[in-house]
């Protein structure tokens, strides 16, 4: 019995040391950040990167703008989700490609074009958006960050 409380001991101390050394490698920190470059971490967005900086969003919206929503306590929630959702996909390698958004992150950027849109939206929906809601991706898949090999 002399062994469990060895592991008890241990395993803080070992997922302490993997989550840091997991963090710093693949740098988590920049996560915090509102910097576009830390979505390009991962090799399967380099593309989509790429794609950004050449689309006329680039000189309005970073990526947090489009794909978290407003708030201190709502951005970072949402950035936890994704951080481990994209973590375990891409540390496993089962992710789709091409990749597909969720129905979550779906639902925040179609939130966030509406807001930065909101003229354009209530011209087209008229004063009731809730009865024939289009989707704004529906119509603008192109929009952001498709990308093309070129």
Not at 68 to 84: D, H, M, Q, R, S
Not at 94 to 108: C, S, W
Request: glycine share 4%; charged share 15%; proline share 7%.
């Amino acid at each position: 019995m002399r062994i469990l409380p060895l592991i008890a001991t241990a395993t803080p101390g070992i997922l302490i040391a993997a989550s840091a050394y997991t963090f710093i490698y693949a740098k988590g920190y920049s996560y915090i950040t509102n910097d576009p470059a830390a979505c390009a971490n991962c090799h399967v967005m380099e593309n989509h990167y790429r794609a950004w900086m050449k689309s006329s969003h680039r000189s309005v919206a970073v990526c947090n703008d489009c794909h978290t929503p407003p708030g201190l306590v709502p951005k970072y929630t949402v950035k936890a989700i994704n951080g481990f959702n994209h973590s375990l996909a891409f540390t496993t390698g089962r992710f789709p490609e091409p990749l597909r958004i969720t129905n979550m992150n779906f639902n925040v950027t179609e939130k966030a074009c509406r807001e930065c849109h909101q003229a354009i939206v209530e011209a087209i929906e008229g004063p009731f958006p809730d009865t024939n809601r289009l989707s704004c991706i529906r119509c603008h898949s192109d929009v952001g960050h498709l990308w093309r090999q070129s």
